[in-house]
């Protein structure tokens, strides 16, 4: 705390010598949390600066803890609450502690809860009541949020940039229609499970929002292709990753729009869309051939050699590829792979073929000589690829590379 000027032999104190916000500017220099928490160590001043600077807090507390984090926190931009999946923390978050965030901490654009199964709409509305500056709001499995909670969200922040909904199975169209006349600048929605969403709410959405890149509708069963191709269209230019695992009711004409429209498409999930076409999957692969990274369409049951091979050779870019149960998928789709393409020319790093039983070693030893950046094989259920297979025929596996040939190793979460 002092310092000795051996010129003078005079001792000085640092806090008589620096202003507060000269020591915030030591504070900002600090580049890891470990240190910034030790800055806060050295006295009840540096302590008091370091709170008020704090910008990020996970945490599990009641009304009366969080208003004294409120006092301590003024400048907290970030606060995550959520509850764990496995535990349930009594009395858990509640729209008490809600309404004490909503009015002590007045900065926060980023707020988590998820899994906090206790709040209900009176929390929801208190938010939209006192947190005009966020921009983001993950609610995902708080089951008892309806319309009405999540209409106020909507009113009262503007602003939002970012909404997830997973789980909550009470939203219906009438939350996207508040979404759509007060979040212009909403950029990422997920509903997935939200299966009282239909066309309507979509087309709605889509006449409001209009910069989304990132939605989410996994299992919304309610969703069909009149609503995905309004989608498609309203979000042409800026949507990158679109979900719609076991949406059902998606055909090609979805596929067609997508492929018309969404030329930035990245990550695309239609796993469990089983009247997509070939002839559907060639559009999309030629159209966003140069933008798409992730493509799952496991249990597309329709599709066969001329669509996978389209793709593996249109896709240069594409690095995470699932095509697990699509049953008639054979070796002739790996064979057909340009004989164009140089040595490692495929960006693949995952690849999953589970339950494609007309695949054999054959289709792998092609892989390994066209994608050396290959991280994860899943080849479960795979009759003719088994591990005394590929070590009979010699293959050699990158040294990243890991092989799933009994579901003993973990997936990569990239598909999902």
């Given at each position: 705390?002092?310092?000795?000027?051996?010129?003078?032999?005079?001792?000085?104190?640092i806090?008589?010598?620096?202003?507060?916000?000269?020591?915030?500017?030591?504070?900002?220099r600090?580049?890891?949390?470990?240190?910034?928490?030790?800055?806060?160590?050295?006295?009840?001043?540096?302590?008091?600066?370091?709170?008020?600077?704090?910008?990020?807090?996970?945490?599990?507390?009641?009304?009366?803890?969080?208003?004294?984090?409120?006092?301590?926190?003024?400048?907290?931009?970030?606060?995550?609450?959520s509850?764990s999946?496995?535990?349930?923390f009594?009395?858990?978050v509640?729209?008490?502690?809600?309404?004490?965030?909503?009015?002590?901490?007045?900065?926060?654009?980023?707020?988590?809860?998820?899994?906090?199964?206790?709040?209900?709409?009176?929390?929801?509305?208190a938010?939209?009541?006192?947190?005009?500056?966020?921009?983001?709001l993950?609610?995902?499995?708080?089951?008892?949020?309806?319309?009405?909670?999540?209409?106020?969200?909507?009113?009262?922040?503007c602003?939002?940039?970012t909404?997830?909904?997973?789980g909550?199975?009470?939203?219906?169209?009438?939350?996207?229609?508040?979404?759509s006349?007060?979040?212009?600048?909403?950029?990422?929605?997920?509903?997935?499970?939200?299966?009282?969403?239909?066309?309507?709410?979509?087309?709605?959405?889509g006449?409001?929002?209009?910069?989304?890149?990132?939605?989410?509708?996994?299992?919304?069963?309610?969703?069909?292709?009149?609503?995905?191709?309004a989608?498609?269209?309203a979000?042409?230019?800026?949507?990158?990753?679109?979900?719609?695992?076991?949406c059902?009711?998606?055909?090609?004409e979805?596929?067609l729009?997508f492929?018309?429209?969404?030329?930035?498409?990245?990550?695309l999930?239609?796993?469990?869309?089983?009247?997509?076409?070939?002839?559907?999957?060639?559009?999309?692969?030629?159209?966003?051939?140069?933008s798409?990274?992730?493509?799952?369409?496991?249990?597309?049951?329709?599709?066969?050699?001329?669509?996978?091979?389209?793709?593996?050779?249109?896709?240069?870019?594409?690095?995470?590829?699932?095509?697990?149960?699509?049953e008639?998928?054979?070796?002739?789709?790996?064979?057909?792979?340009?004989?164009?393409?140089?040595?490692?020319?495929?960006s693949?790093?995952?690849?999953?073929?589970s339950?494609?039983?007309?695949i054999?070693?054959?289709?792998v030893?092609?892989?390994?000589?066209?994608?050396?950046?290959?991280?994860?094989?899943?080849?479960?259920?795979?009759?003719?690829?088994?591990?005394?297979?590929?070590?009979?025929?010699g293959?050699?596996?990158?040294?990243?590379?890991?092989?799933?040939?009994?579901?003993?190793?973990?997936?990569?979460?990239?598909?999902?």
């Open positions: 705390m002092a310092s000795i000027d051996p010129l003078s032999d005079s001792t000085v104190c806090n008589d010598t620096l202003r507060d916000d000269e020591l915030r500017l030591i504070l900002a600090l580049e890891s949390d470990n240190d910034k928490e030790i800055f806060g160590l050295v006295c009840k001043r540096w302590l008091h600066l370091q709170s008020t600077e704090r910008k990020k807090l996970a945490a599990r507390a009641g009304p009366h803890m969080l208003r004294k984090m409120a006092a301590r926190f003024t400048r907290l931009v970030e606060l995550d609450l509850q999946i496995s535990r349930s009594y009395p858990g509640t729209d008490s502690d809600l309404s004490v965030i909503a009015s002590g901490f007045k900065c926060l654009s980023v707020l988590h809860l998820q899994n906090c199964k206790g709040i209900t709409d009176t929390g929801m509305v938010i939209g009541d006192g947190l005009s500056l966020l921009q983001s993950d609610v995902s499995y708080c089951r008892k949020i309806t319309d009405k909670g999540l209409s106020a969200v909507a009113k009262g922040c602003d939002l940039r909404l997830h909904l997973a909550c199975r009470f939203v219906t169209d009438s939350t996207l229609e508040a979404l006349k007060n979040c212009h600048n909403l950029e990422e929605l997920g509903l997935q499970g939200c299966t009282n969403i239909t066309d309507n709410g979509l087309t709605s959405l006449s409001g929002c209009q910069q989304i890149n990132y939605l989410d509708i996994n299992k919304c069963s309610n969703v069909s292709d009149v609503g995905v191709s989608v498609s269209r979000f042409s230019s800026s949507l990158k990753t679109l979900k719609l695992l076991d059902y009711k998606i055909g090609d979805a596929i729009s492929a018309n429209f969404c030329k930035n498409l990245e990550t999930i239609i796993g469990g869309c089983r009247y997509i076409s070939d002839d559907a999957i060639k559009s999309l692969a030629i159209a966003c051939k140069s798409l990274k992730n493509l799952r369409m496991d249990w597309c049951l329709n599709l066969s050699d001329t669509s996978l091979s389209c793709i593996l050779n249109q896709c240069r870019n594409l690095e995470a590829l699932d095509i697990g149960c699509c008639e998928v054979t070796d002739a789709a790996f064979q057909n792979i340009s004989s164009s393409l140089e040595e490692s020319a495929l693949l790093k995952i690849l999953k073929v339950n494609c039983p007309k054999t070693v054959v289709s030893g092609i892989l390994l000589v066209k994608c050396s950046h290959l991280e994860y094989l899943d080849v479960r259920s795979c009759p003719h690829i088994t591990k005394a297979g590929c070590d009979e025929a293959l050699h596996f990158p040294e990243c590379c890991k092989v799933n040939y009994d579901g003993s190793i973990s997936e990569p979460f990239v598909l999902l």
